[in-house]
Each structure stands twice: as structure tokens, then as C-alpha cells.
């Protein structure tokens, strides 16, 4: 089974960056598409950005537009999530998710 491990989380003030990564060792990875979701407190999850296998093809919410950049590295298994211009609206916990499968999570806050 898929195992998914974010990490990268943590506090910054807005105009911040941080960079998350997903790491997915020991299986299959570079052919399925992988997305990062986020949930805030009181609120759905909703999807962030997601990039395709081989063509990379990357799709953002339109709030990220502009400010975060999804990659991935297949010969490390890795995603990354680079965050800039942070907001406070961003803070959530960000997950990443490939073929049904979610990892734990990493919390990101946003002061103001």
C-alpha cells in the first residue's frame, strides 16, 4: 500500500515561504498523479494543486495561483509544494494524497 509522509509544516509570518515535501518510498510513484489538499480548522478539505506522472502537468486553486508551485522528483519519490507569499487564510493542515491513499498531514501557520 501507498504510504505518503509530508513534512515541512510549521510557523511563518505572512509574506513567508515554506516548502513541503511528500514523500512516497517504496512503491510505484512516478507514473500516478498526486495532489495536496489542506483543511483549516472548521472547514472542508479542499484540493490546493496536483501535478500528472510523466507530462507534469500541474493544476492549482485559484486562490494559490501565482504563489505556490507544485514539482516532483520521480528519483526520489518526492512532491514538493513551494509556498510564497504566504497569507494567513493558508494556515491548515496540508495533506498529500496518490491513488486513495493520504498522508498525516503537516500543520502550516500564517501569522499576521
Known amino acids: 500500500q501507498v504510504q505518503l509522509v509530508e513534512s515541512g509544516g510549521g510557523l511563518v509570518q505572512a509574506g513567508g515561504s515554506l516548502r513541503l515535501p511528500c514523500a512516497a518510498p517504496?512503491?510505484?510513484?512516478?507514473?500516478?498523479?498526486i495532489g495536496w489538499f489542506r483543511q483549516a480548522p472548521g472547514k472542508e478539505r479542499e484540493f490546493v494543486a496536483a501535478?500528472?506522472?510523466?507530462?507534469?502537468?500541474?493544476y492549482y486553486e485559484d486562490s494559490v495561483k501565482g504563489r505556490f508551485t507544485i514539482s516532483r522528483d520521480n528519483s526520489k519519490n518526492t512532491v514538493f509544494l513551494q509556498m510564497n507569499s504566504l497569507k494567513p487564510e493558508d494556515t491548515a493542515v496540508y495533506y498529500c494524497?496518490?491513488?486513495?491513499?493520504w498522508g498525516q498531514g503537516t500543520q502550516v501557520t500564517v501569522s499576521s
Open positions: 494524497k496518490q491513488q486513495g491513499v
Open positions: 517504496g512503491r510505484s510513484f512516478s507514473a500516478y498523479v
Open positions: 501535478i500528472t506522472g510523466r507530462r507534469t502537468n500541474t
